[in-house]
């Protein structure tokens, strides 16, 4: 009897991601401590069932765990066009040192070059013209400071399945205790369960911290609408890694530490960064897109929230710790009634070998 196919050499279509996920599971809002959510911890057979607050206990002194610290903009934007007409904008990126963005529009003609949008009854954004992958992004120029706007009048941009409108509550939950950088559209999610409590307990036992950044776009939403996923084309992001960090993980690997990733949006930093072979500081755009077969350099576990079906980051998790590994987790999740997507719960992963 022949063996089954390698992860890397199945010919994976997005139907193999998919999964029955029963709606309730859709976590609307976050535990109300944020240590106090479920851990699923995968890296063994069986899975154990955990609280967020004993990760520390999990892992061993010496090692580092690497965090995203973008910081979440109030990204979402209401307004109206001269005409009368309602407009709503989701801020993609904001362009350094301008008064400049990129930005989804929603609205039921789209504005032409040219055009003055008025949001919040505030301030005006004036349609320099369409930008970004396929041109399917607007250019516009504010009235102001982009981030001194969009804190004033913004919105929290959650995402599409938390179905109420923002609150003061998700302008703290939705939000890292260690965000610093702001440009994020989109939290880095797992990130969200560490409070002070656990960085403490961190530290008393020898684990270290670093961090990365990376601003997460609304593209970490997008479905993938071909059916092999070797055809699917990722969005970009902008990242940095700063040369400390590239030091504590060859501090770590020099110890015998295992690098442990908060997110995925650290790993694709990180993992971008080390494509050349070797892990380097700088700052880049990545549009990597990690899949069963991908060869990872940098990261030796992960601790990630669960994902969508279907979705580029369950192709990930899939890569980082085998496709039947995880798929097994999901069902274990599901039948244990874990709290899925933005909101939910966590899972901590082992790097498959091999």
Not at 12 to 35: G, K, N, W
Not at 230 to 246: D, G, K, L, N, R
Request: charged share 20%.
């Amino acid at each position: 009897m022949s063996s089954p196919p390698s992860d890397a050499t199945r010919d994976f279509t997005v139907a193999d991601f998919d999964f029955d996920l029963p709606p309730e599971l859709i976590a609307q809002h976050p535990a109300a401590e944020r240590s106090a959510s479920r851990l699923l911890d995968g890296r063994g057979q069986p899975p154990v069932d955990r609280i967020f607050r004993e990760l520390p206990g999990l892992l061993n002194p010496g090692d580092l765990l690497v965090f995203n610290d973008t910081q979440v903009i109030k990204a979402r934007l209401y307004g109206a066009k001269a005409s009368g007409g309602a407009v709503e904008a989701l801020i993609e990126r904001v362009l350094p040192g301008t008064q400049e963005v990129w930005a989804h529009m929603r609205a039921s003609k789209s504005p032409k070059p040219g055009a003055v949008v008025r949001f919040a009854d505030a301030f005006d954004a004036e349609v320099l013209g369409r930008c970004g992958p396929d041109n399917g992004l607007f250019h516009l120029r504010l009235s102001g400071d982009p981030l001194t706007l969009l804190e004033q009048h913004g919105h929290v941009p959650l995402p599409p399945y938390i179905t109420h409108d923002d609150s003061a509550d998700d302008v703290r939950r939705y939000q890292t205790v260690f965000a610093r950088s702001p440009g994020a559209v989109a939290a880095p999610t797992a990130a969200l369960h560490f409070d002070e409590g656990v960085l403490a307990d961190l530290a008393a036992r020898g684990i270290g911290t670093a961090h990365v950044t990376l601003h997460v776009g609304a593209g970490t939403f997008q479905p993938v609408r071909v059916e092999k996923i070797a055809e699917h084309q990722m969005h970009s992001e902008c990242f940095e890694v700063p040369a400390a960090t590239v030091e504590a993980i060859a501090q770590t690997r020099a110890r015998g530490g295992k690098v442990v990733a908060v997110g995925t949006t650290t790993l694709r930093a990180l993992e971008s960064a080390a494509r050349g072979g070797t892990l380097q500081a700088g700052a880049s755009e990545t549009s990597i897109f990690i899949t069963p077969g991908f060869s990872f350099r940098v990261v030796d576990r992960l601790v990630t929230n669960f994902h969508l079906p279907k979705s580029t980051l369950m192709m990930l998790v899939s890569a980082f710790a085998g496709y039947e590994t995880v798929m097994a987790l999901y069902r274990h999740a599901i039948a244990g009634g874990y709290r899925f997507f933005s909101y939910g719960d966590a899972m901590l992963l082992e790097r498959r070998e091999g």
